[in-house]
Each structure stands twice: as C-alpha cells, then as structure tokens.
C-alpha cells in the first residue's frame, strides 16, 4: 500500500491556472565599484496565466508573468523596472498521496522589458530588452489545485549596461516565492 500511494504521479494531463510571487532581486556589479554597491536585496512581485503539462511525472510548465521589480545602485538611486516574463520549465512530479504531491523544475526564462529603459539623470545606465536567466525551483501540490514553490532566477544575460570611459554590466540574480492555483 505504500509502494501504491508512492509511485503514484500526480494527475496526467494538461492544467490551466493563475500564478503570483514575490521577488527579492539583488544587483551585483561586472567590476568592483564602491559607488554602486548596495547589500540589500530589491522586492517586486510577478502575476499571470500559468499552463502545466505531466504525463508520469515527467512534464513542464510554462507561464506569461507581468513582473515589477526594484532596483537600486546606491542608498538613493532605485527604479522600477517592469517586464513580461516567460518561464519554461522542465520539471519532475512524485505523487506522495492523492493530497500531496511535491515537485522540482528547472528550465530558461526570458525577459522582455515593457518599461523606460533608461537609469539615472544622465541615461548613462540602460538596461537591456531582453534578459535570459535560468530557474531552479522546487515546491508542492495540495489537493490537485495549490502550487507552493521558492525558486532562485540566476542571470545569464547582462541586465543592463553604464556606458561611459568604461562600460560596466549588471547582473540581477533573484530568490522568487510563489504561489498557484490551477483549474
């Protein structure tokens, strides 16, 4: 009976749901610059339509995400920035019951800037319009509809640029907690 209720996957199919999270971002800099190094990590949130796709455990996801974030360089200069987000994950689900199934992902994101590009007095700082990062999650299901999740979003492109004598990049590495509720 525990073998049964162990192997058991979580339901096959296709699922359509709503998805949210919190992000805290933190910027890291191409050099070690004193003036824009600042320890704290940046909030923002995400939200949007969210499909997931299983058949024996093996699957993935894939969701349409507006993003907001926070941003900052120094103590007094932080932005907004907003995004459209698209995750696709390849992700691995184990039905522990037919109450709780716990999961694992990984997989691209890719980035797409709908906001001001431009940081700062001088537009000497701009961010890029495309970013592509890669997730690494994990998380569980309650009673086939509930998603609670933490993932970490690392950086794989520059996210965005100081132009000036040198040229500087930007790198925004993000732990993300989320919730869904699928159909």
Do not use: C
């Amino acid at each position: 009976m525990l073998t049964l209720g162990i192997a058991q996957p979580a339901k096959a199919g296709i699922e359509f749901g709503l998805e949210a999270g919190m992000n805290l971002s933190k910027l890291s800099v191409s050099k070690n610059l004193k003036q824009f190094t600042d320890p704290q990590n940046r909030y923002g949130f995400y939200v949007g339509p969210k499909m997931n796709f299983n058949f024996l455990g093996f699957g993935g996801d894939v969701a349409l995400l507006y993003n907001q974030r926070r941003l900052s360089l120094t103590d007094h200069t932080s932005k907004t920035f907003r995004s459209v987000e698209v995750p696709v994950n390849f992700r691995y689900t184990l039905g522990l019951s037919s109450i709780v199934a716990v999961y694992a992902s990984t997989g691209p994101q890719f980035g797409f800037n709908i906001g001001n590009r431009k940081w700062g007095i001088v537009d000497a700082i701009k961010r890029e319009n495309m970013i592509v990062s890669w997730n690494i999650g994990a998380g569980v299901k309650l009673a086939g509809h509930v998603e609670l999740g933490i993932g970490y979003n690392i950086m794989l492109s520059k996210y965005a640029k100081i132009y000036g004598a040198d040229t500087y990049f930007f790198r925004a590495n993000t732990f993300q907690v989320q919730a869904a509720y699928l159909f």
